[in-house]
């Protein structure tokens, strides 16, 4: 019996993969902030036989206390975590400030993913395969990380604070390895493409209507789209870091992978985590 741990574990893909993994035996660890749907997650889950095997961890990760949390909680309910899937996320159209100060889309996007990553390493590292699975996206939209302004202060629109969360999470696969060289954890970005989630829901009308409608006829259906990743973590790649778009290999390589911006990414984050106090 394999242990997954996954953000976003109550809805769209993160959901969808958790009840894979429950269906077929294993133990799933999901992270989400709303009660209600982590409610639902473990009904489907006693439905499924696996009511033994499911935990819903209530947390929010778009503050660092709620981060610090999870690998807290994650650390005393497990020896090993054989995987840990990152796919919490939340599109916001008006820029939202979280109580350390910090851009939402930024600290909930990429932020938690760099202090879960970093903080279970250790499990990982005792599982017989470990491996990462960031659902960012890499390959698709090319965005910018506003090094200046990395909380948008000035400037915001929703689809910039996420495509620069994309953008940071290229860079933090680049820099994982490269901070923990000797690991055995394999780390793997994945665009996962259009898919048929809950995206549109904190859109104004009518353009949430118009992305149901899009997604209704374009999309990829959770159950299709989480295939690829399966594969993926049932038998990570080689490599310490891979990218896919859509299943299709990419090449982790270019202005979107630059070490050395990966290296001023991690150090800005180091600090910046530094800043915000554990509480007492």
């Not at 996954?6 to 709303?34: E, Y």
């Not at 899937?85 to 889309?105: I, K, P, S």
């Not at 390493?121 to 200046?148: C, F, K, M, Q, S």
């Not at 259009?194 to 009518?206: E, H, K, R, S, Y």
């Amino acid at each position: 019996m394999r242990t997954y741990v996954i953000t976003g574990g109550t809805d769209g893909l993160g959901k969808g993969l958790g009840l894979h993994f429950l269906r077929r035996g294993d133990r799933v660890i999901a992270v989400a902030s709303g009660a209600a749907k982590g409610q639902a997650f473990l009904a489907e889950a006693r439905r499924a036989g696996a009511a033994d095997r499911a935990v819903f961890l209530q947390a929010d990760l778009s503050i660092v206390a709620g981060m610090r949390q999870v690998v807290e909680r994650v650390s005393a309910a497990t020896e090993a975590v054989d995987g840990l899937v990152f796919g919490a996320q939340r599109f916001r159209t008006a820029r939202e400030e979280t109580a350390d100060g910090l851009e939402f889309t930024f600290a909930l996007a990429y932020l938690s993913r760099f202090v879960l990553g970093h903080g279970l390493l250790g499990h990982l590292e005792r599982a017989e395969a470990p491996v990462v699975l960031n659902l960012a996206g890499p390959g698709g939209l090319p965005g910018r990380i506003n090094w200046d302004d990395l909380q948008w202060r000035d400037g915001y629109s929703g689809m910039r604070a996420s495509m620069q969360a994309s953008r940071c999470n290229d860079l933090l696969g680049v820099a994982f390895p490269a901070r923990h060289p000797d690991a055995r954890t394999r780390y793997v970005l994945y665009n996962p493409g259009f898919v048929d989630t809950g995206l549109a829901d904190p859109l104004p009308q009518p353009k949430r209507a118009a992305l149901k409608v899009l997604a209704r006829l374009f999309a990829k259906p959770v159950g299709k789209a989480i295939g690829p990743m399966l594969a993926l973590m049932d038998a990570p790649p080689r490599p310490a870091l891979t990218a896919y778009l859509r299943g299709k290999p990419l090449e982790p390589a270019g202005e979107d992978f630059d070490p050395a911006a990966a290296a001023r990414l991690d150090h800005l984050t180091t600090g910046l985590l530094d800043r915000i106090p554990a509480p007492r």
